[in-house]
């Protein structure tokens, strides 16, 4: 992810006042994209198992739920609906 969205999501929840060194926003980086891979890796595992090759919304939620992040499910399960209805 750049870094750029990476300090625009971070000034969104921080005081207005407050600074951000470059080594924070960096690490953040890091960690957000550890985060992607790690889901990634677990929604392409399923679709090796199912004969697939392209990963699914329904992928990256059965990943998450696989992982432990199931409070994530039902605002991304939300996200994805209204993002389909928009779409139509």
Do not use: W
Not at 41 to 50: F, I, L, V, Y
């Amino acid at each position: 992810m750049p870094i750029a969205n990476i300090t625009r999501t971070m000034r969104r929840v921080l005081p207005t006042h407050a600074r951000i060194a470059d080594d924070a926003k960096e690490a953040i980086q890091e960690c957000v994209s550890e985060f992607i891979s790690f889901i990634t890796a677990e929604a392409n595992g399923r679709c090796h198992k199912d004969y697939r090759r392209t990963v699914t919304p329904e992928d990256v939620l059965a990943a998450m739920a696989s992982l432990g992040f199931n409070d994530y499910l039902e605002p991304l399960t939300v996200f994805l609906t209204n993002h389909r209805a928009q779409n139509l």
